[in-house]
């Protein structure tokens, strides 16, 4: 155990990277680099995290905004939904008593906010040691203890992140491991495809996933539209842009009045 967490300090010691979200203890903040950062490579997330920032400096502002402006600041990151979470989760608070939760409990009852985002923002912005998975770390204990093995649960893992934290300065220490996990990605490949819980990114060209982006920025586009317009738009079938648009009003980001579709203000 010392030998691990010696060589995975000495690692940060030596080559920590330098980035924008990790000069705050701001709860805020940190939640939006984490929700970024999800699917998302650190370069591309960078100019995107403190442009947002500049339009939504707190969870306040991020509340009161107009969703079809979050929406267009998210434009280029992807997985649009997040941004949804995003803005939801900032109401939530605004509409409480305007601070976030330092419990594990109240944190992950919020929108978007699951496991390792919730681990991340109670160590990153309170140092308050608590084991959390995410992708990079999983990396580092599966190189480090689970070598040549296959099918490992992040139950397994989890119990050895446990017992190798750092309780004095937790914040440097998953720092740290992020830092060694990326490391390993571009040195030894991805360790994660030893996972039970890994799957394989699905292509974004041609996919739903494509398909739901194209929808969602014509409607921001044209204010409002209708079900035949987007049709036309898209070159799908009917009943391929009618189930999209049922799940974008069950996620709250679209109504329909009469026959046209928009933006939920």
Not at 125 to 134: G, L, M, Q, R, V
Not at 161 to 172: A, C, I, L, S, Y
Request: one cysteine or more; a positive charge.
């Amino acid at each position: 155990m010392k030998k691990f967490q010696d060589e995975v300090r000495r690692y940060y010691r030596d080559h920590k990277r330098i980035l924008p979200w990790r000069s705050t203890k701001d709860p805020y903040k940190i939640l939006v680099s984490e929700v970024m950062l999800q699917q998302t490579q650190v370069e591309r997330v960078k100019g995107y995290y403190e442009a947002f920032l500049k339009k939504f400096p707190t969870a306040s502002v991020l509340a009161a905004a107009p969703l079809e402006n979050v929406l267009m600041s998210w434009k280029g990151l992807g997985y649009n939904r997040r941004a949804v979470n995003l803005k939801r989760t900032a109401e939530i608070i605004t509409q409480t008593n305007g601070k976030f939760p330092k419990e594990y409990a109240g944190l992950i009852s919020l929108p978007g906010i699951g496991p390792g985002t919730a681990g991340a923002i109670i160590n990153f912005a309170y140092n308050i040691p608590t084991a959390f998975i995410e992708t990079n770390i999983r990396s580092v204990y599966l190189h480090f203890f689970f070598k040549g093995k296959s099918g490992v649960s992040d139950k397994e893992i989890l119990k050895l992140v446990e017992k190798t934290q750092d309780m004095k300065n937790p914040r440097e220490w998953y720092y740290a491991l992020y830092d060694y996990g990326v490391m390993l990605k571009k040195t030894i490949g991805n360790q994660n495809m030893r996972s039970v819980h890994y799957k394989k990114q699905s292509t974004f060209k041609g996919s739903n996933r494509e398909l739901r982006a194209n929808m969602l920025f014509y409607i921001l586009e044209k204010k409002r539209v209708t079900i035949n317009a987007l049709v036309k738009h898209l070159k799908k079938d009917k009943e391929i842009v009618l189930k999209n648009v049922v799940t974008f009003e069950k996620e709250c980001v679209i109504k329909r009045k009469g026959i046209y579709i928009a933006i939920i203000k």
